[in-house]
């Protein structure tokens, strides 16, 4: 079974309710960029399929349109959404951990002025493990691609779902470390960042198969909530795009994973950090780093 607190890590998700709110609105702002993107497009297509007379007619153009402005929208937020919501990301955290520690906010501040302060002080430490993070979704997208090939190569029936529940095992255990390693940080509240960090990734690549165990369990828990989620969304996202112009109603299934995705980002994202950080925490409590780990990621 999993070594985290379902009802504590809810818990402090729940206590952290000023970043969820915050996140949230940043989301659902992103979401709604997307609905606007997509429907403007729609309607700037409809409009030049009127007015051109082509064979293909408005409902043509505006499909077209529509394809447009998400691919624009898609392309214009992924790295200003990235680094902006890994700095949301990267406060969350810090009270988080205080949280997870039992501790109060210090000097009674709000948790979104704590969690300014800590990034604030931290911002270099912060750029660095976002850098990371690009570096490891890199990497999961090699891996992905390899285990994609072998399911082609290997037409066994099921191959396919189950290769692809692998890789999300694999993105969660690995995806996270980033934003571990600086809860580590924030909790030693090291004035030496960067000799903590290596230390850390030592105790975490030290700890990998319990950490592979939980985020086995949450990648479970993680595809059910989201499915779910993703159902749900169908309807009010059909109902979005049934008053567009042209025939839009089709794109139902991808605005209800936009909705689906940002409600995992807003919601689900922090209660899977906020389990992993209790089982890394509780892992690493007495140990120390193993010279031979240590030896084989400074290779």
Do not use: C
Not at 239 to 260: R, T
């Amino acid at each position: 079974m999993w070594d985290f607190s379902i009802g504590r890590t809810i818990a402090i998700v729940l206590r952290t309710w000023p970043f969820v709110l915050l996140r949230i609105a940043v989301y659902s702002a992103i979401t709604m960029a997307y609905i606007v993107a997509t429907g403007a497009g729609a309607g700037v297509g409809y409009g030049i399929g009127h007015v051109t007379g082509s064979p293909d007619g408005p409902p043509g153009f505006a499909v077209l349109g529509g394809i447009f402005g998400f691919g624009l929208v898609s392309f214009a937020l992924y790295w200003m959404r990235e680094y902006l919501l890994y700095v949301l990301k990267a406060g969350h955290i810090a009270v988080m951990v205080r949280l997870i520690d039992g501790q109060p906010i210090p000097n009674g501040q709000s948790q979104i002025a704590y969690g300014r302060a800590v990034i604030t002080a931290r911002f270099a430490e912060a750029n660095v493990l976002f850098v990371m993070d690009q570096l490891i979704k890199g990497v999961i997208g090699a891996i992905t691609v390899i285990l994609n090939t072998i399911s082609v190569l290997l037409p066994i029936p099921g191959l396919r779902g189950l290769i692809g529940f692998v890789a999300s095992v694999i993105r969660l255990s690995i995806t996270y470390v980033d934003e571990i390693i600086l809860g580590y940080n924030i909790r030693l509240d090291s004035a030496e960042p960067w000799e903590t960090a290596r230390r850390g990734l030592v105790l975490y690549a030290q700890n990998g198969r319990a950490i592979i165990r939980n985020a086995l369990w949450l990648a479970v828990i993680m595809w059910g909530l989201t499915l779910i989620i993703f159902l749900l969304s169908l309807t009010p996202a059909t109902a979005i795009l049934y008053l567009m112009p042209g025939q839009l109603a089709g794109w139902s299934f991808v605005m209800a994973i936009v909705f689906a995705w940002a409600f995992k980002a807003a919601v689900i994202e922090p209660f899977a950090i906020a389990a992993l950080m209790q089982v890394y925490f509780r892992q690493i409590e007495g140990q120390t780093p193993n010279p031979e780990w240590d030896a084989k990621l400074s290779e």
